[in-house]
């Protein structure tokens, strides 16, 4: 049952071009669920997918719901079992599909966060700009928000990628699809002075030790391309220095940078384009954020609200 398991994962990367948390998440699902299932001897000694039936799947997601299961971790968890039967149908390795017909439970919509104007001036704000590492984080921050870009699209952009003069990024977003992002003034600005001066201070290091030239936009104290992981320290470093704690994820910039569109009067395409979303519906989400704020806005000053 493994195998195929390692057949699919193969196939996500090599076929679907899944990121390498997607591809860890669903070997995960899948792995839990041949232990759940040879736990509970659900396949008669029988160790193969077509052995797996309607009521294993059941007692699998009753079970997850008695452990305290949240109902979004129990509907993801199906759909990685979906996608894995879906493919094991394709390869014609089983005939039926046994959660065909399992319903996934209700899920409740959860309104993303974003960051408040007064919070995300003083973060904007926080890096120092007398030292070559605060020049870059402020590029990177400008650079998060004005552009709305995931921090795996941020880490992946080459320097070659930036038209200083159109105020563009291009983009490579999941499933190795490309897009054009805009930059604004003050990203192109901070941008400007990060690829100038520190961008240069930081790469001569790796230069003189015969690396070769870094393409990466963002690199680190050594020279070499930023990882993702970083952001999020620097992120966590800028919060405390600010007494924000940790209220604010590099995702919730993104969040942000769709709801002030919105507000802004753009519309709903132009911020799916943006954003890089495949799917309309992906979008129509933060609709709903600037329809609460405005509410609130209107709860708060209206007399007769």
């Known amino acids: 049952m493994l195998q195929h398991i390692d057949n699919f994962t193969n196939y996500l990367v090599q076929v679907r071009n899944a990121s390498p948390h997607t591809v860890r998440s669903y070997s995960r699902d899948l792995i839990q669920f041949v232990d759940f299932v040879e736990e509970h001897r659900l396949l008669a000694g029988r160790s193969e997918w077509g052995a797996v039936d309607y009521l294993c799947v059941r007692r699998y997601l009753g079970d997850m719901s008695k452990r305290g299961y949240s109902r979004r971790s129990v509907s993801r968890k199906l759909s990685s079992l979906k996608s894995f039967f879906k493919y094991l149908l394709r390869q014609e390795v089983i005939e039926v599909s046994p959660v065909a017909h399992v319903r996934a439970p209700k899920v409740e919509g959860r309104l993303p966060r974003m960051v408040s104007n007064s919070d995300l001036e003083a973060l904007l704000n926080a890096p120092h700009l007398d030292e070559p ?153 933060y609709t709903h954020v600037s329809r609460e704020r405005l509410k609130k806005v209107y709860d708060r000053t209206h007399p007769r609200a």
């Open 133 to 285: 590492l605060g020049v870059r984080d402020r590029a990177i921050l400008e650079t998060l928000y004005a552009t709305g870009i995931r921090v795996s699209e941020l880490v992946g952009i080459d320097l070659a990628d930036v038209d200083f003069v159109r105020g563009e990024v291009r983009v490579l977003g999941k499933g190795d699809r490309e897009r054009i992002v805009l930059l604004g003034e003050l990203a192109l600005e901070a941008l400007g002075q990060y690829v100038s001066g520190a961008r240069v201070t930081l790469t001569a290091e790796a230069q003189s030790a015969k690396v070769g030239p870094e393409e990466a936009l963002f690199v680190n104290r050594f020279g070499g391309r930023l990882e993702a992981r970083s952001v999020g320290r620097m992120l966590t470093k800028y919060l405390n220095q600010c007494g924000l704690g940790e209220r604010i994820t590099p995702h919730m910039l993104r969040h942000t940078f769709a709801t002030h569109l919105l507000e802004g009067g753009a519309d709903l395409r132009t911020v799916q384009e943006l954003l890089g979303h495949r799917s309309l519906s992906s979008t129509q989400i």
